[in-house]
């Protein structure tokens, strides 16, 4: 039986499968667990997109961890690339290993403000694991200790990432047809 995602025009193809992503989630939980073995970990994602990812991947980690969120709002290049935090972290992180897990890492100018943000709450020390990391685009340099998958420079939708509100719940990435995201 064909999903109902595959069926859909505006999904160009697919570009990491279900099963591709359920590997290296594992294969990023596992190298987490032996390098956190014993530490007081923290797993912080950015609200929405990057639940998913989360989801899986503190179920792949054996070492005792808690999780957090936070929510922020960009503002394009014309407004200086400005970001908010409109949902910060419940707990604090001072002296907590503190691992940043992204879906996807594009410009870099998001997270690099949420990772100077972090830092000035002193954490033991701050990482940074992302699913997807499309460095083609990326205007500031990141330090990214795990990486599942580098992408290239097209629209991106499923497991969390989205156009619109939709499409997060495909449980492979996908690219979208460019009349889509476009137009």
């Known amino acids: 039986m064909m999903r109902a995602h595959l069926a859909d025009s505006r999904i160009d193809r697919i570009l990491i499968s279900e099963e591709q992503i359920a590997a290296r989630v594992t294969e990023l939980g596992h190298r987490i667990s032996c390098d956190y073995a014993a530490r007081d970990l923290v797993l912080i994602t950015v609200l ?9 991947l503190c179920r792949r980690i054996d070492t005792v961890h808690s999780i957090d969120f936070m929510a922020v709002s960009s503002y394009g290049p014309g407004a200086g690339g400005a970001v908010a935090i409109t949902k910060d972290l419940d707990d604090a992180i001072e002296d907590r290993d503190v691992l940043m897990v992204e879906d996807i890492i594009d410009t870099g100018l998001t997270l690099n403000y949420l990772l100077k943000v972090l830092r000035q709450r002193r954490p033991a020390s701050l990482a940074v694991c992302t699913l997807l990391d499309k460095d083609v685009r990326r205007l500031v340099d990141l330090p990214i200790e795990y990486r599942g ?19 997060r719940n495909l449980p492979s990435v996908a690219t979208l047809r460019e009349e889509v995201w476009d137009g």
Do not use: H, M, Q, S
Request: proline content about 4%.
């Open 149 to 167: 998958f580098e992408v290239p420079d097209r629209f991106l939708v499923g497991y969390g990432l989205d156009l619109d509100g939709i499409w």
């Open 48 to 56: 929405k997109g990057g639940t998913i990812f989360l989801a899986d």
